[in-house]
Nanobody, 124 residues
């Protein structure tokens, strides 16, 4: 059974850091591109970052460029999102998802499997 499980969220002060993990099971992660999305209360789900199969292709939303870094360890079937210099506006539930068809990485419809999400709260 295909599953993605996010972890690593929590409460952090502005300027702090968190590392989110996305653990895959039921499929071989190295064959898939993976995206991170987030959704804040009352807002639409938005693409945060993307990483290609081999890890050499990455993309970031403008709002997180220079602060977030996406990596993957295919041997561990896990994708990571290192988040530094966190701001209050980064507060959201963060989801990872598996790409299933071609399209722009920020389009949620190209992803077929989603994790349950992990809450990130940035507050003093």
């Amino acid at each position: 059974q295909v599953a993605l499980v996010e972890s690593g969220g929590g409460l952090v002060q502005p300027g702090g850091s968190l590392r989110l993990s996305c653990a895959a099971s039921g499929f071989t992660l190295e064959y898939y591109h993976i995206g991170w999305f987030r959704q804040a209360p009352g807002k639409e789900r938005e693409g945060v970052s993307y990483i290609g199969q081999g890890g050499d292709s990455t993309a970031y939303a403008d709002s997180v460029k220079g602060r977030f870094t996406i990596t993957r360890d295919n041997a561990k079937n896990t994708v990571y999102l290192q988040m530094n210099s966190l701001k209050s506006e980064d507060t959201a539930v963060y989801y990872c998802a598996r790409v299933s068809r071609s399209g722009y990485w920020t389009d949620p419809s190209i992803y077929d499997s989603w994790g349950q999400g992990t809450q990130v709260t940035v507050s003093s």
